[in-house]
């Protein structure tokens, strides 16, 4: 599992998340691709991230790129800056404008193999004891 973050991002949350739910799951080839020939500015954001978190895969965990899938995704709101227009009569409103914080997380193909396992044990080990508890009330 690689991680990568970027932080105070000049870009609304809500205009990341629409490229980032879209991108969430996609292999590393499929999302570079869509990323590449996408017209939103939030894609490039997306997409420098996603090449810092490949090269942290390959270069820190030594994985496979080739193996690599976009298995988390977060986009968080970051501090807004307020600012202020001038208006007629000496009156002023307000504007805010809001930041991003994007957070990247890449798997193999045989890490979430391994999580799906865990994952199966663990349900099946509460489906035991809840058995055993039931059985002991009786």
């Known amino acids: 599992m690689s991680i990568s973050k970027m932080k105070n ?25 869509f990323l590449t020939f996408s017209k ?14 490949i090269s942290n895969a390959e270069n820190n965990d030594g994985k496979d790129i080739d193996e690599l899938i976009i298995t988390k995704i977060m986009v ?9 227009k001038a208006r007629a009569k000496g009156k002023a409103n307000r504007i805010t404008k809001r930041n991003s914080h994007i957070l990247i997380e890449l798997k193999t ?25 039931n059985g002991s009330k009786s």
């Open 9 to 33: 991002i000049a870009i609304s949350p809500q205009k990341v998340r629409i490229i980032a739910r879209q991108v969430k799951g996609l292999n590393i080839q499929k999302a570079l691709d």
């Open 40 to 53: 939103k500015k939030s894609s490039f954001f997306i997409k420098k991230l996603l090449n810092s978190a």
């Open 109 to 133: 193909h045989t890490e979430l193999i391994e999580i799906k396992k865990k994952n199966k044990l663990y349900e099946q080990n509460n489906k035991i004891k809840k058995e055993e508890n």
């Open 76 to 84: 968080d709101e970051a501090p807004r800056l307020k600012r202020i």
